[in-house]
């Protein structure tokens, strides 16, 4: 079974410049998260879409942040303008659905470096 | 607002000691607890806990839970270099499946030869 996949694995941009990060989740699973983990920290979550619908998206900064999930497979990340805080690893994860066991598979992560 | 709090943050052994990673939490609707190994890349599954008091054990890897005490260890015996990596805590929320996980910072565990 083919991983939760994303792209790019890495990203260097200027600041104020837009960046763009895309996953391809798990086939089958409808769930599907987006964390952002900085240095020496655990994951925490931006947004989570049972399959096309955000169900909870309280902690993305909507003001520079946005995500879209158009068909419930892929998903697409956005920052714009980026800020030198927002350097760290985006995560994806997904499971297969809101009554599984609470495993998340997690992708290798896009590190974000704004300059 | 939820909590998770893992100690150590860091610790450094050597091949072959045991090693105990705890969890504690502070969370409303406590539904599950869980640990993931991140070397360089992606959050690995490690265990999922929801009841107390049973150990869950794969290998060397073996963890409990005290939904009383509301805290979790993760042991390593015969501790490996490959071993070496961030050990995440996670716990899940009641009111369905896999609602976002709150994490803990990690222990950052470094196994030397």
């Known amino acids: 079974e083919a991983g939760v996949v994303q792209s790019p694995r890495y990203k260097i941009i200027e600041k104020k410049q837009p960046v763009a990060f895309w996953c391809n989740p798990i086939?089958?699973?409808?769930?599907l998260y987006w964390y952002l983990q900085n240095l020496g920290q655990g994951p925490e979550l931006l947004i989570r879409?049972?399959?096309?619908?955000?169900?909870?998206d309280s902690q993305l900064p909507k003001d520079r942040f946005s995500a879209e999930r158009l068909k419930g497979v892929d998903s697409t990340l956005k920052i714009q303008p980026a800020e030198l805080g927002d350097s760290a690893v985006y995560l994806c994860?997904?499971?297969?659905?809101?009554?599984?066991?609470?495993?998340?598979?997690f992708g290798e992560g896009s590190r974000l470096t704004v300059l | 607002e939820d909590k998770v709090v893992q100690s150590p943050l860091s610790l450094v052994v050597h091949e072959g000691d045991t090693v105990t990673l705890n969890c504690s939490y502070e969370v409303t609707n406590f539904r599950s607890l869980l640990w993931y190994k991140q070397e360089k890349k992606a959050p690995t599954f490690l265990f999922m806990l929801?009841?107390?008091?049973i150990e869950k054990k794969s290998g060397r890897l073996s963890s409990i839970l005290d939904k009383k005490e509301l805290f979790s260890i993760l042991n390593i015996t015969a501790t490996q270099t490959g071993d070496s990596a961030v050990y995440l805590c996670?716990?899940?929320?009641?009111?369905?499946?896999?609602?976002?996980?709150?994490f803990g910072k990690g222990t950052h565990l470094i196994i030397q030869p």
């Open positions: 929801t009841s107390s008091g």
């Open positions: 994860a997904s499971s297969r659905d809101r009554a599984n066991t609470g495993e998340l598979f």
């Open positions: 086939s089958g699973h409808n769930t």
């Open positions: 996670a716990v899940g929320k009641r009111g369905g499946g896999a609602d976002g996980l709150t």
């Open positions: 879409y049972e399959n096309e619908e955000a169900v909870d």
